[in-house]
């Protein structure tokens, strides 16, 4: 693994921390959109939606899909 550096270490100014700060958050909010697409697509293949509920049998197909 890479050596890892604190903000403080790089000597930035306050300024560049929180311009560093947002752009970690905006890329992090993109994966946690990416990642709830993907359950998505796979609770909608299982015949279950993100948001309600599924049949036992559905939630045993997506629990299926999600261990692969």
């Known amino acids: 693994?890479?050596?890892r550096l604190s903000l403080s270490t790089l000597?930035?100014?306050v300024e560049q921390r929180e311009q560093v700060a947002e752009l970690a958050g905006d890329l992090?909010?993109?994966q946690v959109y990416r990642e709830l697409q993907r359950a998505g697509e796979r609770a909608?293949?299982?015949g279950c939606n993100i948001?309600?509920?599924c049949s036992s049998s559905?939630?045993?197909a997506l629990l299926e899909t999600i261990a692969r």
């Open 28 to 30: 992090i909010a993109v």
């Open 44 to 46: 909608a293949d299982s």
């Open 58 to 60: 559905s939630k045993s």
């Open 11 to 13: 000597k930035l100014s």
């Open 1 to 3: 693994m890479a050596d």
């Open 51 to 53: 948001i309600g509920n």
